[in-house]
């Protein structure tokens, strides 16, 4: 009995996103057809739990690729109806289809001239009747133990939404590159829009010495530019090697004092270009065989 409440929402969903797999692929592709077709953004709305979800699903189209927003579609009726422009696609997500403010809101977006969807969990409601495409998001119960909090319908929404984004974003190849450009603040936009120029130590900080240099002038080197890592260029400048400082603690090991850098130095550096990006650089730094 304690488990009962879990795997009864769990049933619930897993029962929907069947349902809405058979039904609701061919809509949520003329959805994106449309979407591409127009020449605006998307403008996403609901209230309540809709709205919420609402909300995460313009977010998740504006980092996809989709210009979009959210309107909370109680505050369009008081004058945000402003943010909706000719040419726009509005998503509307309600689970009942008779929400009061998406149907108040009608007659204005006609008039705006704007194409509509609906994300509705009753395809045959009154907004349905009013709207150019219905995505159905049905679902058969809410899984809570009252079937009145909207616990199912809301992660069905959430699918739904999330479906729409991906195929808008795959349909207009949206990849890597565009994706860092809008996340330039996360790991992977850093990974993408960085070179290794951007974080490299610049030259004067880093220790450099000729093949001939002394265990002595190494380790000085190492302590004075303390990278753990001492370059050994030759006399036109070019790489040669690298000394780590683990290659210092061996020759000492060894009692290997009078050992010159040209002895001690890895005569195979893995090089890269400054202007490589920065995935590149960490993919190479993490393959073994590099």
């Not at 449309?34 to 189209?61: N, R």
């Not at 009154?126 to 809570?144: K, N």
């Not at 936009?189 to 093949?211: H, I, K, T």
Request: net charge negative; hydrophobic share 45%; proline share 4%.
């Amino acid at each position: 009995m304690k488990n009962e409440p879990f795997h009864k929402l769990i049933n619930a969903v897993a029962d929907a996103l069947e349902r809405f797999r058979g039904a609701a692929g061919e809509r949520v592709r003329q959805a994106a057809d449309l979407i591409l077709q127009s020449e605006g953004k998307v403008v996403v709305t609901g209230v309540g739990k809709s709205g919420i979800i609402g909300h995460k699903t313009a977010a998740t189209l504006a980092s996809t690729g989709t210009p979009a927003v959210f309107l909370n579609a109680a505050e369009a009726l008081h004058g945000d109806m402003g943010v909706v422009c000719g040419g726009d696609v509005v998503l509307l997500v309600s689970n009942s289809g008779e929400t009061e403010e998406l149907l108040r809101m009608l007659p204005s977006l006609r008039t705006i001239g704007v194409q509509t969807i609906g994300l509705l969990g009753k395809p045959d409601s009154s907004l349905a009747r009013h709207l150019d495409l219905v995505i159905p998001i049905e679902i058969g119960e809410e899984g809570d133990p009252l079937n009145l909090a909207p616990m199912c319908s809301t992660a069905l929404a959430l699918v739904a939404g999330d479906t729409l984004a991906a195929t808008l974003q795959a349909e207009r190849g949206f990849g890597e590159e565009e994706f860092a450009v809008l996340h330039p603040g996360g790991v992977l936009g850093r990974r993408l829009l960085l070179s290794a120029g951007d974080v490299m130590q610049p030259r004067p900080d880093v220790a450099v010495l000729g093949e001939r240099a002394s265990l002595d002038e190494i380790v000085t080197a190492l302590t004075r530019f303390p990278l753990g890592l001492v370059c050994v260029l030759d006399a036109e400048d070019r790489i040669l090697g690298v000394i780590t400082d683990g290659d210092v603690r061996r020759a000492v090991m060894e009692k290997r004092y009078e050992a010159r850098a040209e002895a001690m130095m890895t005569t195979t550096p893995v090089t890269i270009r400054a202007d490589e990006r920065l995935s590149s650089v960490l993919d190479v730094m993490e393959n073994p065989q590099r």
